[in-house]
Antibody, heavy 121, light 109 residues
Framework: QLHLVESGGGVVQPGRSLRLSCVAS????????IHWVRQAPGKGLEWVAM????????HYAASVKGRFTLSRDNSDNTVFLHMNNLRPEDTGIYYC??????????????WGQGTLVTVSS | QSVLTQPPSVSGTPGQRVTISCSGS????????VNWYQQLPGTAPKLLMQ???ERPSGVPDRFSGSKSGNSASLAISGVQIEDEADYYC???????????FGGGTKLTV
């Protein structure tokens, strides 16, 4: 059964860094792109970033470009979201999600349960 | 401001037909498939409709999707109390090179 488990969330001061992890199981991890989507408290969904199955393509939302980076370890079925220079507006639940189709990057398919990031002094 | 535009809320009584609209532009809805997500209170979103009008396995057939030009819609025929949730449309945006979401629509039954 397909599973995505996020971890690494917590409370962090503005300007500091945090690394989120997404561990996958139940599918051929190296064939699928992974997305991160966040949701501020009481707000809607905002796509953050994605990394392709082969690490050739990475794309970032304008709101995080230059501050967030992605990496993945296909031998460990894990994707990392490295978040630097965090701002209060980065607060929210961060979901990792698998692309719906193999080797593509355009469709957020299966979602994890999310991890909460709070940026506050 | 979301790139895709949805009504903030819709409502209906059990058994009614309810529709949720999603308006975009040529780089997103006009060029890509539209997908819909359902988020029940306190839970993670779930894919409800893929490629404009394809229901993933397990999604009841009272849900249907359509797309025309730069707009799309989700219809629920015979809405049920358990359908009360937030609904989001999304599409790939060629000019932004990313996925764009609508602001979400809260369905009250």
């Amino acid at each position: 059964q397909l599973h995505l488990v996020e971890s690494g969330g917590g409370v962090v001061q503005p300007g500091r860094s945090l690394r989120l992890s997404c561990v996958a199981s139940g599918f051929s991890f190296s064939r699928y792109g992974i997305h991160w989507v966040r949701q501020a408290p009481g707000k809607g969904l905002e796509w953050v970033a994605m990394i392709s199955h082969d690490v050739v393509n990475e794309h970032y939302a304008a709101s995080v470009k230059g501050r967030f980076t992605l990496s993945r370890d296909n031998s460990d079925n894990t994707v990392f979201l490295h978040m630097n220079n965090l701002r209060p507006e980065d607060t929210g639940i961060y979901y990792c999600a698998r692309d719906l189709y193999a080797t593509t990057v355009t469709t957020v398919g299966y979602w994890g349960q999310g991890t909460l990031v709070t940026v506050s002094s | 401001q979301s790139v895709l535009t949805q009504p903030p809320s819709v409502s209906g009584t059990p058994g009614q037909r309810v529709t949720i609209s999603c308006s975009g532009s040529r780089p997103n809805i006009g060029s890509s498939y539209v997908n819909w997500y359902q988020q029940l209170p306190g839970t993670a979103p779930k894919l409800l409709m893929q490629r404009n009008n394809e229901r993933p396995s397990g999604v009841p057939d009272r849900f249907s999707g359509s797309k025309s030009g730069n707009s799309a819609s989700l219809a629920i025929s015979g809405v049920q109390i358990e359908d009360e949730a937030d609904y989001y449309c999304a599409a790939w945006d060629d000019s932004l090179s990313g996925v764009v979401f609508g602001g979400g629509t809260k369905l009250t039954v």
